[in-house]
């Protein structure tokens, strides 16, 4: 079986030792499982260097670059640690983490946005501590579902039953026939569906619609705006920004919001308004982001394209 990093973390005797040492060294030693596994997977380590070169090489000296490089790899295990620590914590001591050490004032936008009743779609990227979110909205008192992939057997079965404990709805995008259809099954409940617009692999491109991310010309995906149309739901963006492994603030915003922000033309579609939102948020902050093993992948759309959409 092909080793990755989140099978490598969740081999059994690292769980055992994560349990036993307790999550303050349980941390540290996921830091030096880390460290590890991209010193042996050399190609790995080299992809997410030279994605962070291509995007940030002509804006950043040398050693800026350098300094950038350790702060994105120190993003992705504090990524995985968050990931681990949601899946084995005890529901009441991760209720009580979080309520300690985020920062949550935006929550105020959720509850207005589902007064219409169509639910919402909550967007976010893998960016920061986006394993928090679900969880943080459901101890709120916020009905909630998602839409996930899992790269493990054994994490798949973990987050079903927590999500069962915090009376999350899971959409297992490996193993539901028609994602599209039970996400809108899920809105018309009114619930608060979260999902992802950076899941480069899962995009569903328009070949009529193209946008510019992190300097790589390619087609929209066009998911988030077929939600939003077929259901009338209410779209919402949020990320939950990491301080530290103590210290979070959660991040939200209306369309309004982001077109204001960005000064773009209103007539730009909710999808397209979402990613160049993410993508400032990654300009500010790359070391947040934790896709950058993926993006050499994205598919470039060429300058002149005319292909019609099927």
Not at 4 to 32: P, T, V
Not at 77 to 82: A, D, G
Not at 190 to 208: A, V, Y
Not at 233 to 248: D, I, P, Q, T
Request: glycine fraction near 4%; charged fraction near 25%.
């Amino acid at each position: 079986m092909k080793i990755n990093l989140s099978s490598f973390l969740q081999w059994k005797i690292n769980i055992f030792l994560y349990r036993q040492l307790g999550w303050r060294i349980a941390y540290h030693y996921i830091d030096l499982l880390g460290r590890l596994y991209f010193f042996i997977k050399r190609g790995e380590t080299r992809t997410i260097k030279k994605a962070v070169e291509s995007v940030f090489g002509h804006q950043k000296s040398d050693a800026e670059i350098k300094s950038l490089k350790r702060r994105v790899f120190r993003g992705i295990l504090s990524h995985y640690q968050e990931k681990l620590f949601v899946a084995y914590e005890e529901p009441e001591k991760a209720t009580n983490f979080l309520n300690r050490n985020v920062i949550c004032e935006d929550l105020g936008i959720l509850h207005k946005k589902r007064q219409k009743g169509n639910g919402v779609i909550l967007v976010t990227g893998h960016y920061g501590a986006i394993e928090y979110i679900p969880t943080l909205l459901a101890i709120n008192d916020f009905p909630t579902s998602m839409i996930a992939k899992f790269k493990t057997r054994q994490l798949r079965e973990k987050i079903h039953s927590q999500a069962e404990k915090y009376r999350i709805n899971m959409i297992d995008a490996q193993n539901t026939r028609n994602v599209v259809q039970s996400a809108v099954k899920e809105l018309r409940k009114n619930r608060i569906l979260i999902t992802q617009c950076d899941e480069i692999k899962e995009w569903r491109p328009s070949l009529k619609k193209r946008i510019s991310f992190l300097g790589r010309t390619t087609f929209l995906d066009r998911t988030i705006n077929i939600l939003a149309k077929r259901t009338g739901a209410e779209v919402v963006f949020g990320v939950m920004h990491r301080y530290s492994l103590r210290k979070y603030k959660l991040f939200m915003y209306d369309y309004a919001d982001m077109i204001g922000y960005l000064n773009g033309p209103s007539t730009s579609s909710v999808a397209e308004t979402i990613l160049k939102f993410l993508e400032e948020h990654i300009y500010a902050n790359p070391e947040q982001w934790y896709q950058w093993k993926q993006y050499l992948n994205i598919e470039t759309a060429p300058p002149d394209s005319r292909v019609q959409e099927l």
